[in-house]
């Protein structure tokens, strides 16, 4: 039986990851909601964030948090240039089956590149705050998780903030919900699309930065976030970011729970099962279905 001090390490650490999750998830929501794209590339430009911020503490000697000065901007402007460059070429019908090979594509590149300019040895950043952690109740909290679920806490409020507050974000929820709708009221959808998609690479960007404080990167890292990722959003809700924010989070805290007595390999098991029960009993989404209508 685990100890009352472990449990409550895990349901820490589950609620931290969650927050990570739930902010990558936010992105592909974007994705799909705004023009039906599954974007496998996500979590390769995830792992690019990473590397990004690795090397700039490695050449520049600053803190990682500061290359998103750089990698934020830098993202939003790939990502508005894949949407017109590319994704908007493809043909309506056909546009989820062939955003997938697409974006597979671009996954795969990316991959290769940074196999090309750093190999494939395992890299991390030493910090300074690395090892720092403190006290809870008898669990230990290691400091750059809390910064990293900071950072994913505070760009999830700010998507929400303009998503429901500003001109931009209404119109950009209004293309998710109806393309054809919006673009009767005036709103072009062409433009909001490539800035929506700009929007969720932004948040890779973000995440990146995150997890380059606490983990070991690699350039095939990102097969390991593709099957979590996309099992939260159909869990969430396809195009609901509220839903998968509440499935990510869930999710998340039933994986550290889960790595007490199954370890960490079978732990992640949970995304997969809780995918196939979604598509058995509930294909719209166990959140997206309510959630989705007040987003």
């Known amino acids: ?29 974007l994705y799909f909601g705004i023009m039906r794209v599954v974007m496998i590339a996500h979590s390769a ?27 934020v901007p830098l993202f939003f402007g790939a990502g508005v240039l894949l949407q017109r460059g590319l994704l908007a070429r493809l043909r309506p019908v056909t546009m989820t089956m062939m955003s997938v090979l697409l974006t597979f594509a671009i996954a795969i590149l990316i991959e290769g590149l940074l196999g090309y300019l750093f190999s494939g040895t395992q890299r991390r950043i030493q910090l300074g705050y690395g090892t720092a952690s403190f006290g809870l109740f008898g669990a230990r909290i290691a400091v750059v998780k809390l ?10 409020g700010a998507l929400y903030l303009l998503l429901k507050r500003t001109q931009f974000g209404w119109a950009l929820r209004a293309t998710i919900q109806h393309q ?48 979590p990722l996309m099992a939260i959003i159909v869990v969430g809700g396809l195009g609901s ?4 924010a509440v499935a990510a989070l869930l999710l998340g805290l039933a994986q550290s729970l889960l790595q007490i007595p199954l370890g960490t390999t079978w732990a992640q098991t949970i995304f997969y099962l809780a995918l196939f029960a979604t598509l058995a009993v509930r294909p719209q989404g166990f959140f997206g279905g309510r959630l989705a209508q007040r987003f």
């Open 1 to 29: 039986m685990p100890s009352g001090a472990l449990l409550l390490q895990s349901v820490v650490l589950g609620v931290l990851l969650g927050g990570l999750y739930a902010l990558l998830a936010a992105g592909l929501t």
């Open 45 to 71: 430009f995830l792992i690019l964030a990473a590397y990004l911020a690795w090397w700039t503490h490695r050449e520049l000697g600053v803190d990682p948090l500061l290359s998103m000065l750089v990698t």
């Open 147 to 156: 910064i990293a679920f900071g950072l994913a806490a505070f760009a999830l």
């Open 180 to 227: 054809d709708a919006a673009r009767l009221v005036g709103i072009d959808t062409e433009r909001i699309a490539g800035y929506g998609f700009g929007l969720g690479l932004a948040t890779a960007a973000i995440g990146g930065t995150a997890l380059s404080l606490d983990t070991t990167i690699y350039p095939s890292l990102h097969w390991h976030w593709v099957g």
């Open 241 to 244: 970011v509220p839903g998968a």
